[in-house]
T-cell receptor
Framework: AQRVTQPEKLLSVFKGAPVELKCNYSYSGSPELFWYVQYSRQRLQLLLRHISRESIKGFTADLNKGETSFHLKKPFAQEEDSAMYYCALSGQAAGNKLTFGGGTRVLVKP | GAGVSQTPSNKVTEKGKYVELRCDPISGHTALYWYRQSLGQGPEFLIYFQGTGAADDSGLPNDRFFAVRPEGSVSTLKIQRTERGDSAVYLC???????????????FGPGTRLLVL
């Protein structure tokens, strides 16, 4: 069975400091990994996916198959980054459904 | 264009009642998903439609839950004999056909917040 773990419920950082959100997964096969974000009073939206290998809003994430991790990083956090972040997994064996982690709330203080 | 819409935005009902939650996907999206998000948790998959048929209903918790998509567009999630444990935010998402070649981005609606008293 597939599983996504986000060990931190809350991350509090100061503006301009680096931020890293941890995500570990278990999956039999080749997964697709995603980060979704939910800003206050907005709907859940895709932030980035590992196959795109792009940086969105200064965030990057690298899939490490050896460590089964997909950590999200940003070198300089901004106040507008305050939100809920969810790591999610999908793949052939999982069909097309997304399996989400429990989420990490990021609070960027001025 | 318009995104995924869900109605009602909030629903309060009494234990034992029947409720229907509606989802309008993005026009042209053949895939439609329902998820449930309990307080403090991430969304959990319920059911996935490809066109009119349920391609994967493995996430439905029991036979009180049922969903339909009769014309391949709007979908309705139906919950019979509601229980207090059904209280959650019910999310709908839609995407282009994921069978074409890999995972298509799922676009989420704002959710329906269900409270069972």
């Amino acid at each position: 069975a597939q599983r996504v773990t986000q060990p931190e419920k809350l991350l509090s950082v100061f503006k301009g400091a680096p931020v890293e959100l941890k995500c570990n997964y278990s999956y039999s096969g080749s997964p697709e990994l995603f980060w979704y974000v939910q800003y206050s009073r907005q709907r859940l939206q895709l932030l980035l996916r590992h196959i795109s290998r792009e940086s969105i809003k200064g965030f990057t994430a690298d899939l490490n198959k050896g460590e089964t991790s997909f950590h999200l990083k940003k070198p300089f956090a901004q106040e507008e980054d305050s939100a809920m972040y969810y790591c999610a997994l999908s793949g052939q064996a999982a069909g097309n459904k997304l399996t989400f982690g429990g989420g990490t709330r990021v609070l960027v203080k001025p | 264009g318009a995104g995924v819409s869900q109605t009602p935005s909030n629903k309060v009902t009494e234990k034992g009642k029947y409720v229907e939650l509606r989802c309008d996907p993005i026009s042209g999206h053949t895939a439609l998903y329902w998820y449930r998000q309990s307080l403090g948790q991430g969304p959990e998959f319920l059911i996935y439609f490809q066109g009119t048929g349920a391609a994967d209903d493995s996430g439905l918790p029991n036979d009180r839950f049922f969903a339909v998509r009769p014309e391949g567009s709007v979908s309705t999630l139906k919950i019979q004999r509601t229980e207090r444990g059904d209280s959650a935010v019910y999310l709908c998402a839609s995407s282009l056909d994921p069978r074409a070649g890999g995972q298509e981005t799922q676009y989420f609606g704002p959710g329906t917040r269900l409270l069972v008293l």
